[in-house]
């Protein structure tokens, strides 16, 4: 390592040269990354729905109905104008309305009341639209231009619209509120004026190369693009911080810069990586999840990882050495304390704040578990949102909707018609648009209209169109599908499918709930096998996991106590994230306190080792803490504003177990830490030392 660090340090010209213009070709490439906001298309390909709607678009030309629009103050004649109107809209492939379910051209009293009310209601029409997906902004603007202000669009397509445009608005804000926090926290935990934009200087050419090179994975999900960048500021801002201070160590023995900074090279090297590499272990445990949004958030956050230590390494150096002159031209006193209380305060709690602890765990991890969950999108926009206004106006006229559609194999009218029957009678089903109960089975295929035709029946298969007064997930929209998908089986064995919102929402439950448990074990055994091979030690990677997960229940049992509901992926994710780029805290603590008790008592160490990591500490877990809230704060996306919320809420959790806890688990367990730990010497006083220990 030495001869490679010497190369590194004898060539900084190239070398900066080198990032630099990695990283403006990063910024360049950043803007040909696809950002996607859909969270259907993270479906294991072999899901159900999945496949439902590939045979599907296979076949019909229009999708699935994916937004409801409704207009207000409208007779019969003016809302089939609208409905042209809407078919006219870009990226708007269909529009579904009252004249495909009856004849509007007899009186409506002699229809069915009930399935005329799906579609017009206290003069307010409501059309179902199917919008294309790669031009949902294109034909959300064009209808709400179509339809005004006054009145009201909703569905997946308009969520993700609005997902959008909004989440790349507040990324921008997020990101300059991220970098000014940071700045200021740096500025504060460290001496030096200039020492935080060295830093920050680093940091962002990791950033700017991990953006750009996002683009080899073609699209990433919108969790990637909001917090994908500001996770790997957080959790990589320690490296940094720790080579300088480790170069300003070794000045004070060797004065010649470039061997100072190879020596400090060679030191840091095994407790910046040993750091590292644990927090991308928890990060690459998401590519286990079978909802690919883990995958796609794992990798570009473990690359992200991975491109910070090389830039700690390679360009970290060189830039330190270009700049180290004007950080000690402008060093400045230390704003924080010695903290050498809050030691002594650590060691004199320490047995009560672990009983706490323990007792406390068990509770954490059941309440944890039992949270209820929201697991599609159809909740992501508050009521304070145009979305979610417009979304509570259609419901009060029109109630709660959802839009199915099932294809069948052609061939056999009499099971069609049967089936169509049988699914009339399921309370929640509104209405049918179907050949058999739309047209009649009794009228031949050629003497009907070409393009009514198309949405109905194609070579293959028979299309009906189900509205259903459901919500799109919970425990009765779940069931709902269950007893469709027995009703197909039972008439179409194996030949049927069935897509819409809602059975989306029931395959995403059905995926992301089976992740759970598989994504946690292997995050615990990656990191635990992590630590057992760099601690050499059989108890301490065991302390240390516990410390940290058990943080990781006490910020999700919050959400259970305070009965509010969770969204899944935010839950499925934040369970890795904290693990992952908490648990550097815990490392810190302990490798120092392992350095310490080999000159002191048990006792003295504990106050010891706070004062001499608490900055280093303070320092990410706080960016950390407050990145998180100003996600959750900024973001008008629930899943990310919620991400935020338990990431920042996490972290400061993390925090407080790794200084208040971790310290009375070493000091209990200090014996049995030397008995399991290969290498470790303590330091043990003779009698009279002992007694006076003990008092």
Not at 64 to 86: C, S
Not at 489 to 516: F, Q, W
Not at 640 to 666: D, K, M, N, W
């Amino acid at each position: 390592m030495k001869k490679f660090y010497t190369k590194v340090v004898n060539n900084p010209k190239k070398i900066m040269v080198f990032f630099l213009a990695f990283a403006i070709a990063g910024v360049i490439m950043k803007g040909f990354v696809k950002v996607n906001y859909d969270m259907k298309d993270y479906l294991p390909e072999d899901s159900k729905s999945t496949v439902s709607l590939k045979i599907m678009e296979e076949e019909f030309e229009g999708g699935i109905p994916n937004a409801r629009v409704m207009i207000r103050d409208v007779t019969i004649p003016e809302a089939l104008e609208y409905k042209e109107k809407l078919k006219e809209c870009e990226g708007v492939t269909d529009v579904t309305w009252l004249d495909d379910a009856v004849n509007i051209y007899q009186p409506l009293e002699n229809c069915d009341s009930e399935e005329v009310e799906v579609y017009y209601k206290d003069h307010a029409a409501l059309f179902t639209v199917t919008i294309e997906a790669e031009k949902r902004i294109e034909a959300v603007n064009a209808i709400r231009t179509v339809i005004g202000d006054d009145n009201a669009m909703t569905g997946d397509a308009v969520s993700s619209a609005v997902a959008t445009t909004s989440t790349e608005k507040e990324v921008k804000v997020i990101s300059i509120f991220a970098v000014l926090i940071v700045l200021l926290v740096l500025c504060i935990t460290t001496s030096s004026w200039v020492e935080p934009l060295v830093v920050l200087a680093g940091l962002g050419i990791a950033i700017m190369i991990n953006s750009g090179t996002n683009l080899i994975f073609g699209e990433i999900s919108f969790v990637t693009n909001a917090a994908g960048s500001i996770l790997q500021l957080a959790v990589s801002l320690d490296y940094s911080i720790f080579l300088i201070h480790r170069y300003e160590e070794c000045l004070l023995e060797n004065s010649n810069r470039k061997e100072a900074m190879v020596e400090a090279l060679c030191k840091s090297t095994s407790s910046i990586l040993s750091s590292g590499l644990t927090t991308v272990i928890g990060f690459l445990a998401l590519l286990f999840m079978r909802f690919q949004i883990g995958p796609d958030l794992g990798m570009a956050l473990a690359k992200g990882v991975v491109i910070s230590l090389i830039t700690v390494f390679i360009f970290m150096p060189a830039l330190i050495l270009k700049t180290y002159p004007m950080i000690q031209k402008t060093h400045h006193r230390r704003f924080l304390p010695e903290f050498k209380r809050l030691g002594t305060f650590v060691r004199y709690i320490r047995v009560p704040v672990v009983i706490l602890f323990l007792i406390i765990m068990i509770p954490a991890f059941l309440a944890s578990n039992n949270n209820s969950y929201y697991y599609g999108s159809a909740h992501i926009f508050g009521m304070d949102t145009q979305y979610g206004k417009d979304t509570a106006a259609i419901e009060d006229v029109f109630g709660k909707s959802n839009t199915y559609a099932i294809m069948i194999p052609t061939g056999d009218p009499e099971v069609e018609k049967q089936l169509t029957e049988e699914l009339k009678e399921i309370p929640e089903v509104k209405s049918i648009v179907s050949y058999a109960n739309t047209v009649g089975l009794e009228i031949p295929q050629e003497y009907l209209d070409e393009e009514i035709l198309s949405k109905l029946v194609s070579d293959k298969y028979s299309r009906m169109i189900l509205s259903m007064e459901t919500d799109y997930e919970g425990e009765s929209t779940f069931a709902l599908v269950e007893k469709i998908r027995d009703i197909l089986n039972h008439y179409y064995p194996e030949k049927s499918y069935l897509a819409g919102e809602g059975v989306s929402t029931y395959d995403l439950m059905d995926t992301i709930t089976a992740d759970t448990i598989k994504v946690n074990l292997i995050a615990i055994a990656a990191v635990f096998l992590v630590l057992l091979l760099s601690m050499k030690s059989l108890i301490l990677p065991v302390i240390l996991v516990l410390t940290i997960e058990t943080a990781i229940w006490i910020n999700m049992a919050i959400p259970y106590f305070w009965d509010s509901k969770v969204f899944y992926i935010a839950y499925l994710i934040i369970s890795s994230i904290q693990l992952g780029a908490t648990v550097d805290y815990a490392i810190l603590l302990t490798d120092r306190y392992l350095e310490m008790r080999q000159t002191m008592v048990k006792k003295e160490a504990i106050s010891k080792v706070i004062p001499a990591v608490i900055v280093s500490l303070l320092t990410t877990g706080i960016a950390m803490t407050v990145i998180g809230f100003i996600l959750a704060d900024v973001s008008s996306h629930g899943i990310l504003s919620q991400l935020g919320r338990y990431l920042g809420r996490g972290s400061l959790l993390s925090l407080a177990c790794v200084i208040f806890v971790l310290p009375g688990l070493l000091y209990i367990f200090d014996g049995l830490i030397q008995k399991t730990t290969k290498g470790v010497t303590f330091y043990h006083p003779g009698k009279e030392q002992s007694k006076h220990e003990k008092q």
